[in-house]
Each structure stands twice: as structure tokens, then as C-alpha cells.
């Protein structure tokens, strides 16, 4: 079974420009995250869909930050414009079920490491 | 809000000796517990988790941990470390009723020396 994937795995841009990230999560897996990890720290919930629908974006900076999962199946996270604070890796992960699902183990791609000059 | 604590930033042992990595967490009510682990450029591997039941949960890599609820602990054991373990450690907590959401720590490097 293939794991989440996402791409690209590097990207360095220069301040005030505009980045996107994908995410395809496992198949069949009805919940994605989009999480935030700052050097040295633990990963943090940006978003969380369960399908198509965005039930936690309380932690999204939405004056910079947008993410879409238009047909329930793989996301897209955007910034922009990024700001130097910006630079981290990227995170998405993958969970089976829908509502309900605080106990399911999420499932995690290798990230996109951000580097803004 | 849910946190967690992983007091010790950097954990060394010799390889074959046990392998402690010491977690608490704070949550409201009772709580879903996680362990991961990351090697360098990839993202996070999960270990094992406690749910409900027995408070000693078994996981992969010969990795277990004990889930101590007056001590609000969830400390990942190993009887016997191997160098390939050297990676870093993250314990997380969600509450079984509430908001879903998984609170990570900072995390634990270990480091097992040959």
C-alpha cells in the first residue's frame, strides 16, 4: 500500500512570493491534516478535512494561508505571500475515517521542507 | 487545551542497555496517547498508541509503553536498544471527547551509542 505522498519535498523562494503544496493522501482515507513543524519542535494542526470539507481551520493563518481538497481525495495547501517566518517543513498526514476519529493513527508523508530567503 | 511534556531534549544510551523516553500530557477528561518517530527527512513513523484497555500497549519495533493515569505518564520503553533506533521521539495526546485534534511535544532525540 502506498503511503501519503507529497510533493516536492524542497522548495526555497524568495520572501513576498507565492508557494503551493500537494498532498495525495492513502487510498481510501476520508480525513487529511496539513500540519506546521518548526525546527526542533512537534508538528502542528494547521487544517483538517474530513472529505472535502474543512471541519478544523481554527489554526490557519487565512490572511496568507489557503488549502483546497476539492474532490475528497488529494489537498492542496497555499501561501501566499511567504514571509520569512514562513520557512519549516510541511506536513500532511492521512486517517481512515470521517467524524469521530480521534483515536484512528494518522499516517504521515514525508513533508515539504520550506525555505524562504 | 491538550499539551504534552517531554522533559529531556536529548537521550543518549549504549545499545543493548533499556531505552527510556519519558512523556506527560495534560488533557481534559481521558485521553488517546501516541508515539512517533522520525528519521532524518522523513516525516513521522507511528509506534504505537493507548485507547483503552490494558495500560501496557505493545508496538512495533519492540517498542512499549505504559499508560499511568495519576501520573498522566506515557513513558515508550525498550528492554534493548539498537543504534538503529537513534532517531527522534514524539508523544501525542487527543481527548477522547473534544476537539479532535493531536497535540504533539517538542520531542526526544535519542541517540544510542555502539
Known amino acids: 500500500e502506498a503511503g501519503v505522498v507529497q510533493s516536492p519535498r524542497y522548495k526555497i523562494i524568495e520572501k513576498k512570493q507565492p508557494v503551493a503544496f500537494w498532498c495525495n493522501p492513502i487510498s481510501g482515507h476520508n480525513t487529511l491534516y496539513w500540519y506546521l513543524q518548526n525546527l526542533g519542535q512537534g508538528p502542528e494542526l494547521l487544517i483538517r478535512y474530513e472529505n472535502e470539507e474543512a471541519v478544523d481551520d481554527s489554526q490557519l493563518p487565512k490572511d496568507r494561508f489557503s488549502a483546497e481538497r476539492l474532490k475528497g481525495v488529494d489537498s492542496t495547501l497555499k501561501i501566499q505571500p511567504a514571509e520569512l517566518g514562513d520557512s519549516a517543513v510541511y506536513l500532511c498526514?492521512?486517517?481512515?475515517?470521517?467524524?469521530?476519529?480521534?483515536?484512528?493513527?494518522?499516517?504521515f508523508g514525508p513533508g515539504t521542507r520550506l525555505t524562504v530567503l | 487545551a491538550q499539551s504534552v511534556a517531554q522533559p529531556e531534549d536529548q537521550v543518549n544510551v549504549a545499545e543493548g542497555n533499556p531505552l527510556t523516553v519519558k512523556c506527560t500530557y495534560s488533557?481534559?477528561?481521558?485521553?488517546?496517547l501516541f508515539w512517533y518517530v522520525q528519521y532524518p527527512n522523513r516525516g513521522l513513523q507511528f509506534l504505537l498508541k493507548y485507547i483503552t484497555g490494558d495500560n501496557l500497549v505493545k508496538g512495533s519495533y519492540g517498542f512499549e509503553a505504559e499508560f499511568n493515569k495519576s501520573q498522566t505518564s506515557f513513558h515508550l520503553k525498550k528492554p534493548s536498544a539498537l543504534v538503529s533506533d537513534s532517531a527522534l521521539y514524539f508523544c501525542?495526546?487527543?481527548?477522547?471527547?473534544?476537539?479532535?485534534?493531536?497535540?504533539f511535544g517538542k520531542g526526544n532525540q535519542v541517540v544510542v551509542i555502539p
Open positions: 488533557v481534559s477528561g481521558n485521553p488517546y
Open positions: 498526514a492521512s486517517s481512515p475515517r470521517a467524524s469521530g476519529g480521534a483515536s484512528d493513527t494518522q499516517y
Open positions: 501525542a495526546v487527543s481527548p477522547v471527547y473534544g476537539n479532535n485534534r493531536l497535540a
